[in-house]
């Protein structure tokens, strides 16, 4: 999908979300962050530090108490709930810890439900869908039910799922949190690869490991997001806010 011209994937200015109650929770204090095409970043912190509401954030899922936001170029700010989900189906896949396949499903047919609101004609769908799912590795597998693959397996189909409508950015949750360390070394091949290959990746996690194969790294803590200074690509320094 191309963007609006050479605007950053995502950008996010003095952003933050606060839980209103008594006393009320800064889970995200305001930060700065530009995430360029090609990027692939972590962002890493421990339990309760705030990952889960910047994602939820960058993911449109919700929306921050203040700053700007802007996906794509498009600040998302001015837009109904209905503009904001056709914005998160065509430039946003999820990957989730959990998978969230249907286990009703074959493999092609988990991909292919991620298209109905992008892709009018059905056939189209599954081409495409097998296409993707030939791309993660999985074009033996087409027609399994997920209850018949590994986790490995099950992570590949929700990974093609992701990236079946070409998105802007891939946003990774914990993508190995239910893997084998094994298996989830081969998952990080994979987004690696897909990195290589243009995929945009965000990766939260609380694993040192698994945030060590990004090639940018964040870290958050108690709400306050910090990368060291020489880990911001030239490019994206020279932007102000
Ligand atoms: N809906 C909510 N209302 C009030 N406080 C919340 C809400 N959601 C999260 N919080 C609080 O905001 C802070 C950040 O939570 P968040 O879920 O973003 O952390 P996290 O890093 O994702 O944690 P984990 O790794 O355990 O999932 C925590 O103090 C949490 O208790």
Redesign the pocket.
Known sequence: MTTAAAAPVLELCDVART???APP????RPVDLTVEAGDYLAVV????????????LLGLLDRPTSGTFRLSGVDVAGLNERDRAALRGRRVGFVFQSFHLLPYRTATENVTLAQLYVTPRSRRRELVAEQTLRRVGLGHRLQALPSTMSGGERQRVAIARALVNAPDILLCD?PTGNLDSATAQAVMDLLEELNQAGVTIIV?T?DHAVASRARRRVT?LD?HLSEPAGNVPDSIREQAC
């Open positions: 839980y209103p109650g929770v800064h889970a995200l912190g421990p339990s309760g530090s705030g990952k889960s509401t910047l994602l939820n914990e939260i609380h958050i709400g």
